[in-house]
C-alpha cells in the first residue's frame, strides 16, 4: 500500500486545515486508516483512528476539535484540523493497517506533510 498525504501548510492559531491521504496498492476498505503525528523532540504519537467498519477514536488533545473520515470510493481518508493551536505543529502521517487475522497484520506509512501553527 501506497499513501501519500497532502493539505499540510502554515495557519495562524485558531485555523483550519484538512489533510487528505490518497492510498494505493490494496482494497483501501479492508484497512483500518489513521493519523499520527511526531513534533521536534518528541516521539510519533497516534491523533485519530478510523477502521474499516467506520468506528473512530480521537486522541485527547485533539478531541472536539479535529475530524477523521474516509471515502472508500475515493481511497481517501481525511482529517479536518479546527482550532488549530501552535501545540498541533508537527509532521503529520498517514497510517493504514490490514490485520484480517489475529495474529496477521500490515502496517504503512505515509511520508508525511509538515502542519505549522504559528500564535
Known amino acids: 500500500v501506497q499513501l501519500v498525504e497532502s493539505g499540510g501548510g502554515l495557519v495562524q492559531a485558531g485555523g483550519s486545515l484538512r489533510l487528505s491521504c490518497v492510498a494505493s496498492g490494496s482494497t483501501f476498505s479492508t484497512h483500518d486508516m489513521g493519523w499520527f503525528r511526531q513534533a521536534p523532540g518528541k516521539q510519533r504519537e497516534m491523533v485519530a483512528i478510523?477502521?474499516?467498519?467506520?468506528?473512530?477514536t480521537y486522541a485527547d488533545f485533539v478531541k472536539g476539535r479535529f475530524t477523521i473520515s474516509r471515502d472508500n470510493a475515493k481511497n481517501t481518508v481525511y482529517l479536518q484540523m479546527n482550532s488549530l493551536k501552535p501545540e498541533d505543529t508537527a509532521v503529520y502521517y498517514c497510517?493504514?493497517?490490514?490485520?484480517?487475522?489475529?495474529?496477521?497484520?500490515?502496517?504503512?506509512w505515509g511520508q508525511g506533510t509538515q502542519v505549522t501553527v504559528s500564535s
Open positions: 497510517n493504514a493497517v490490514f490485520q484480517p487475522l489475529r495474529d496477521y497484520r500490515k502496517e504503512y
Open positions: 478510523i477502521s474499516r467498519f467506520g468506528s473512530t
